[in-house]
């Protein structure tokens, strides 16, 4: 405790002020014996108290270094021999003041922890949400670069692992935009990173020279560079990346604790690139993947109109249970081989059978004039997998003989084919056959038919017929108002055929729920006649 009267001066100071004070003796001015924040809040204490005197002028409300005063009302705080003080003042009633004096400085090195803790722990979790925000990877890591620039460092870059030579890298300053570039550089050549993108333990930043920093790393106008931090991005079993914090020269030097705050952040950053790339990997594969499992886009193969048309059961989904191919002939003159299919179940464990019997049938490709044979051969393979699941399938032959389009249609447990006549007549192909995987034998009729210029045949799945709808959203589509449909649709092209159908079971539906829905045309393209040359020749037909 320290007692000064009105005027300043030093009335009574005990054991303890006086370690603290030594100089503060009775008589003795507070001015000259105590900190400067104390002796002003002690003269603007007095000038404003009710026994105030004033021998000189006086500033009431000085500023004065190193003190702190509350606004609300708290006690003042101020530094004192590198301690931190707190001073409570107590009015004494001839006016002096009684101040006592509390050692803070623990109290307030654990208030600066934990206010630096929540902020940290605020910037980790800010971190999080924008690095899973995204699952691209350069998102990430020009989220990283721009992250640590802004509270970790003065400029900041993410580094990738190398592609063959050449190490993708974003560059970022604070308060500026990341920017993306690739140097081709030897990550051994520059002391930390090369262990980095390794994944070891990163190199303490005192071991790296900053004037050795490579002018790759230096992003324009940066100036000196005063202390470099290289930590390693962590990754799902690989390291992915590296991540590069660079402070000025007249900017305080990384300490310890930074250091491991650096690579709390960089763990993070790792983990959200890690998955980014791993999701990019995974995407690469099933695009791949993808690619072999839808249908193809059909075409006019040797003077035979083609048309097909896919819708998967989910909107969200490409592929399915129903399935077609066209298989153009090895030798002109000969058929090609159309395939349409549809296994049993929907999504990806159906698509998957369904690339097999694709597959299965492309290999069968010799045996196509034997449709019997080759639907056997495919059930043998069926049923000695591991699949549990069995599927339809109609195979047909077209072949174009002089202006007709000749068919041959094999149907194995599967709605029969639909003939479209040019006077909009629609018949049922009269072919028959059981399931394929279901049965260790098979039975199966192939009919013949014929098109002429302008008449079509349509293959289509079950998906199309057993679309509920309409009024009362509970009505199958079904046969009879598919034939309807395609009567109308008589001497249209292929492509516009398949278009009308799906375009009507889509009306149909409206937003309910279907099963896959797979059409095919075959059509025989309206032809020309060309005169025989001279009389002499039988002349032939053109599309």
């Known amino acids: 405790m320290l007692v000064a009267d009105v005027r300043g001066t030093v009335v009574r100071c005990n054991d303890a002020a006086g370690l603290l004070l030594p100089a503060a003796v009775p008589g003795a001015l507070l001015a000259d014996v105590a ?5 002003a809040a002690h003269t603007t204490l007095s000038y404003d108290g009710p026994h105030a005197v004033v021998p000189h002028p006086v500033v009431p409300h000085p500023v004065v270094p190193h003190a702190v005063v509350p606004d609300d009302g708290g006690p003042l705080r101020g530094d004192f021999d590198g301690r931190r003080f707190e001073a409570h003042p107590s009015v004494r009633g001839d006016g002096s003041v009684a101040w006592w004096l509390v050692d803070d400085t623990d109290h307030q090195l654990a208030r600066e922890a934990l206010h630096m803790e929540q902020e940290r722990s605020a910037f980790l979790a800010k971190a999080s949400s924008a690095l899973l925000s995204s699952l691209n990877l350069e998102r990430c890591m020009d989220v990283s670069a721009q992250l640590a620039a802004e509270s970790l460092a003065d400029a900041a870059l993410t580094v990738a692992p190398a592609r063959g030579r050449r190490l993708p890298v974003v560059t970022c300053l604070r308060g500026g935009v990341p920017a993306s570039s690739t140097v081709k550089v030897d990550p051994d050549d520059v002391p930390g990173l090369g262990e980095a993108l390794r994944g070891f333990p990163p190199v303490p930043s005192r071991w790296i020279d900053p004037a050795h920093a490579p002018e790759w790393m230096l992003p324009d106008g940066f100036g000196p560079v005063g202390s470099i931090v290289i930590t390693p991005l962590p990754g799902h079993g690989v390291p992915a990346g590296a991540l590069i914090l660079l402070r000025k020269a007249k900017t305080a030097s990384f300490s310890d604790e930074e250091e491991v705050f650096a690579r709390l952040f960089a763990a993070r950053a790792g983990a959200a690139m890690s998955a980014a790339r791993l999701y990019a990997e995974q995407t690469a594969i099933t695009n791949v993947l993808m690619r072999e499992l839808m249908p193809p886009v059909l075409h006019q193969i040797s003077g035979v109109d083609f048309a097909g048309r896919y819708r998967p059961s989910a909107d969200h989904e490409r592929i399915g249970g129903d399935f077609y191919d066209v298989h153009p002939a090895a030798v002109e003159g000969e058929a090609s081989l159309v395939s349409l299919g549809d296994v049993c179940g929907k999504g990806l464990e159906a698509a998957v059978l369904t690339g097999k019997i694709r597959n299965t049938l492309h290999a069968l490709l010799p045996l196509s004039n034997d449709h019997h044979r080759m639907l056997g051969l495919l059930n043998t393979a069926l049923l000695s997998s591991h699949h549990t699941r069995f599927a339809t399938l109609v195979l047909a032959s077209a072949v174009r003989r002089e202006n007709r389009v000749d068919l041959k249609l094999t149907s194995g447990g599967h709605p029969r084919p639909l003939i479209v006549r040019a006077d909009g007549t629609v018949e049922e192909a009269d072919t028959h056959g059981t399931l394929i995987g279901a049965l260790p034998h098979i039975s199966s009729t192939t009919v013949s038919a014929s098109l002429a210029p302008g008449e079509s045949c349509v293959l289509y799945t079950d998906g199309i017929t057993e679309a509920r709808g309409g009024p009362l959203g509970e009505d199958m589509f079904g046969e009879e108002r598919l034939k309807r449909t395609l009567s ?56």
């Open 488 to 543: 109308g649709c008589a001497g249209m092209p292929a492509e516009g055929i398949v278009d009308h159908v799906q375009m009507l079971a889509a009306q149909w539906l409206g937003n309910r729920p279907h099963d896959d829905m797979a059409v095919v045309v075959i059509s025989a393209p309206r032809t020309h006649h060309l005169s025989a040359v001279n009389g002499h020749t039988r002349g032939r037909f053109t599309a």
């Open 35 to 39: 900190p400067a924040w104390l002796a």
